[in-house]
């Protein structure tokens, strides 16, 4: 649902990326914006929920900014997670910070 809707506002994205040093990310927006999109099934238990924690540290430390959302984000609150990527994006989240201005 994600996808489909900021492909319909042609934003560039990629999906399952590998990024070296952080692993598999489930989109990428640009070069730098990482959405992750986690569900309680998979990640519900301590040794995922601290891996998925690590990656993100790994990812912000290597200049990318991190947007992760449940499942009940994106079925529930579609238009709400919506508006978050969004103005993430228009404050250049996707770019990397250099390229600010």
Do not use: C
Request: net charge negative; aromatic share 8%.
């Amino acid at each position: 649902m994600i996808r489909s809707r900021l492909l319909t506002e042609q934003v560039k994205l990629d999906i399952q990326v590998t990024i070296t040093g952080v692993g598999r990310v489930d989109l990428l927006v640009g070069d730098w914006l990482i959405i992750e999109l986690d569900g309680w099934e998979f990640h519900g238990d301590k040794p995922h929920f601290n891996s998925d924690r690590t990656r993100m540290v790994d990812a912000q430390n290597l200049g990318y900014t991190d947007l992760p959302f449940t499942y009940e984000h994106v079925a529930f609150d579609d238009v709400a997670t919506h508006r978050r990527i969004m103005t993430a994006i228009r404050n250049g989240a996707h770019r990397r910070p250099s390229q600010l201005a």
